[in-house]
C-alpha cells in the first residue's frame, strides 16, 4: 500500500511540530532549572529580587528553544512572553512603590533610635573591654598559627572574616580553616576541617590554633552537600538568608549562624532580620529561631550592613526625601568607617555621626546592638575618627606607626578616642588617646596604664581637666647609674638614685630632659607619696642642669 505524505504549510521543512516543540523546550528549561536550583540556590520567594529575574529568564529560554524547534512563535510563547512583561511590570512597579521616594518616613523609623547627650554618666565602652587586636592584626596573628601544625599549611587556608565574639567572659576573634580547593575536600572530607583559631582581643600572646575532637564538616569552602549554604538552602527553602557568621558557644564548639531577612516596606525594601538559622558546623544539625527565641551564646542576629543602613537612614530622611536633595536641614550620615565594641556582653557596631558636608568632624556616636538592633545616639561634637587618627599617627610618625580605627570612650568625663598604634608588620606596639573636643591633645603610651597617665597629663595641661588631686612627693637626688630600653617602640628609662635605694621608671614622653641625662646629674623625680613596691613609676622629671 502506497504511503500519503501530509504537508502542513505552516510547518517549515525540518522543524518539529508545535506540541513537540514545547516539550522538548519544557524538557531543557526544566534540566537548566534543575542544575540552577543546584547550582545558584535560589530562594523560592516572591521577595526575591533574583528569583522573580530567575523565573524571567527561564521563560525567555522557553520561548527561544520553542522558536528554535518549532520555526515560529507558538502561542504558548505569547504567554511566556506576556509573562516576562508581567514580571518586569510587576518588579518596576513593587519596587518603585517601596522606594526611599514614598517612603523616606518608614525607612527613617524602620529603627528605634533613642537620642542622649553625652555626660560624664557614659560608661558603657570601658577599658577592660576595649578590643585593642583590630581585625587586621587578628587576622595577621591568626595566620601565624597555620604554621606550627605540621601539614596544615598544605591543606588547609584560614577564612579570612574573624568574627568578633563573646564566649567564656572574654572577647575573641574567631575564625575557621577552610579547605583550600575541590581536591583537597575530598582528600580530608571523611574527617572534615580540624578546627579555628582563636585571637583574645585584649592579650596579643592568647592566641590559639582550636583543634576540635570532630572536625567540622559543613562549611562555605566544602562542596556538593557539605556546602554549607546548599546544606541550609535545601532544608528551608523560602526563606531569604543573609550574614553567615561564625561563632562558638560557652564551651567553645564551632556553630555558624544565618541570619533570616524578610523585607518590611513594600515587596523588596526595607530589609530586617526576623529571625536566625544556627548550624552545628560539625553534625549539620539545623535550628530556626524567632528573634525572641535566640540562644543568649550568639552575638550577632542583625546584619551589620543591614544595621547600618537603618541608621544612615534614620540620621538622613530626618525632614522626608527632597530635603535630602535641596535644604538637606538637620541631615546627619555616619562616617566612613566603624568598629565593633561589647557592652554587657553584647557586640555593638559603633561609628561616628557627621553632618552632611562636614570637614573632618562629628556631632555624635551611634552604637546598635547586633543582638536586638537596639541603637542609641550620643550627641557630642568635636573631631571625627580619620583626624583622631591622623593626630596620634603625628606624635610617632618618626617611627612610620598606623592607627586602628578607634572606640569613642568617657575618659573622666572627657569623650576620648581610643586606639592601637601598630607597625609597618601590622604588629600592635603603642596605644593613642585622643580627645574628641581638641584632637590636638594626645597620650601614647606602651601600655594601657601608661597611656591612661599621658594622656590625662596632657588633659590638664590643655586645660581641659584639673591637676588630679593625688598626694605626691618629690624627691631631690642623684643619679648613679641609668639605663634605657625599648618598649614596643618607645624609649623607657630605668634610674638608681643615691639618696634611695628604689628603681624608678621615666616615660620619655614625661620630658626631653631625661634624653640628657648622665651619671651624678642632679634630678627631681615626683612621685605618688606611699607608693609599696621596689619599682616605681615617675610622674614628673626634672634635670636641674637644664631648662627644657
Do not use: C
Not at 144 to 166: E, F, P
Not at 191 to 211: C, S
Not at 212 to 239: C, K, N
Not at 297 to 323: E, K
Request: net charge negative; charged share 20%.
Amino acid at each position: 500500500m502506497k504511503r500519503v505524505y501530509t504537508f502542513n504549510p505552516r510547518q517549515k521543512p525540518g522543524m518539529d511540530t508545535p506540541l513537540i516543540a514545547q516539550l522538548k523546550a519544557l524538557g531543557i528549561v526544566a534540566v537548566i532549572a534543575l542544575i540552577a536550583d543546584y547550582l545558584l540556590l535560589p530562594a523560592y520567594n516572591i521577595h526575591s529580587l533574583e528569583t522573580v529575574f530567575l523565573f524571567a529568564v527561564y521563560l525567555g529560554l522557553y520561548v527561544f528553544f520553542s522558536f528554535s524547534f518549532s520555526g515560529r512563535f507558538l502561542r504558548t510563547s505569547q504567554f511566556a512572553l506576556g509573562g516576562i512583561g508581567v514580571l518586569i511590570a510587576f518588579t518596576l512597579i513593587a519596587s518603585f512603590l517601596g522606594s526611599e521616594w514614598l517612603n523616606a518616613e518608614k525607612f527613617r523609623d524602620q529603627i528605634a533610635v533613642n537620642t542622649l547627650p553625652f555626660s560624664e554618666d557614659f560608661d558603657l565602652v570601658t577599658f577592660g573591654k576595649i578590643p585593642l587586636v583590630d581585625y587586621e592584626t587578628a587576622s595577621q596573628l591568626g595566620d601565624k598559627q597555620l604554621g606550627k601544625v605540621q601539614g596544615l599549611g598544605s591543606q588547609y587556608n584560614i577564612n579570612a572574616d574573624y568574627t568578633l565574639v563573646t564566649a567564656m567572659d572574654k572577647l575573641y576573634r574567631v575564625s575557621p580553616l577552610e579547605y583550600q580547593d575541590l581536591y583537597k575536600w575530598f582528600q580530608n572530607r571523611s574527617t572534615g576541617i580540624p578546627g579555628y583559631v582563636r585571637v583574645n582581643v585584649n592579650d596579643l600572646n592568647d592566641v590559639k590554633l582550636i583543634e576540635l575532637t570532630q572536625g567540622i564538616r559543613y562549611a562555605p569552602s566544602a562542596f556538593f552537600q557539605e556546602d554549607l549554604m546548599r546544606h541550609v538552602r535545601f532544608a528551608y527553602r523560602t526563606e531569604i538568608l543573609s550574614d553567615f557568621s561564625f561563632e562558638i558557644d560557652e564551651s567553645g564548639h564551632p556553630y555558624y549562624v544565618i541570619s533570616v531577612i524578610e523585607p518590611q516596606i513594600g515587596f523588596f525594601s526595607g530589609w530586617d532580620a526576623v529571625g536566625v538559622i544556627v548550624v552545628d558546623a560539625v553534625s549539620g544539625d539545623m535550628i530556626k529561631y524567632g528573634l525572641d527565641d535566640v540562644p543568649a551564646w550568639i552575638d550577632r542576629v542583625q546584619p551589620t550592613d543591614l544595621a547600618w543602613y537603618q541608621i544612615d537612614n534614620w540620621g538622613y530622611y530626618v525632614n522626608g526625601f527632597f530635603n535630602t536633595l535641596f535644604g538637606r536641614k538637620d541631615v546627619i550620615q555616619t562616617t566612613d568607617g566603624f568598629n565593633f565594641v561589647v557592652i554587657d556582653g553584647q557586640v555593638h557596631v559603633y561609628s561616628g555621626m557627621t553632618s552632611v558636608g562636614a570637614d573632618r568632624s562629628i556631632v555624635g556616636f551611634a552604637l546598635i546592638n547586633l543582638r536586638t538592633k537596639a541603637a542609641t545616639y550620643y550627641q557630642v561634637g568635636g573631631a571625627d575618627e580619620y583626624s583622631a587618627m591622623s593626630s596620634a599617627q603625628g606624635q610617632v610618625q618618626d617611627l612610620g606607626y598606623s592607627a586602628t580605627f578607634p572606640v569613642l570612650l568617657n575618659f573622666e568625663g572627657e569623650p576620648t578616642y581610643f586606639m592601637s598604634l601598630k607597625d609597618n608588620e601590622g604588629l600592635i606596639k603603642q596605644y593613642a588617646m585622643v580627645s574628641v573636643t581638641d584632637y590636638s591633645v594626645v597620650g601614647v603610651g606602651n601600655s594601657v596604664e601608661a597611656v591612661k597617665t599621658v594622656y590625662r597629663q596632657r588633659l590638664v595641661e590643655a586645660g581641659i581637666l584639673e591637676a588630679p588631686e593625688i598626694t605626691t612627693t618629690t624627691l631631690e637626688v642623684t643619679i648613679t647609674r641609668i639605663a634605657s630600653a625599648i618598649v614596643g617602640g618607645q624609649s623607657t628609662y630605668y634610674l638608681t638614685v643615691a639618696e634611695d635605694p628604689r628603681l624608678f621608671v621615666v616615660d620619655v614622653n614625661l620630658s626631653p630632659e631625661i634624653v640628657l641625662s648622665q651619671v651624678g646629674d642632679s634630678v627631681k623625680l615626683t612621685i605618688k607619696t606611699d607608693v609599696p613596691g621596689i619599682t616605681i613609676t615617675v610622674l614628673g622629671f626634672d634635670n636641674l642642669a637644664y631648662d627644657y
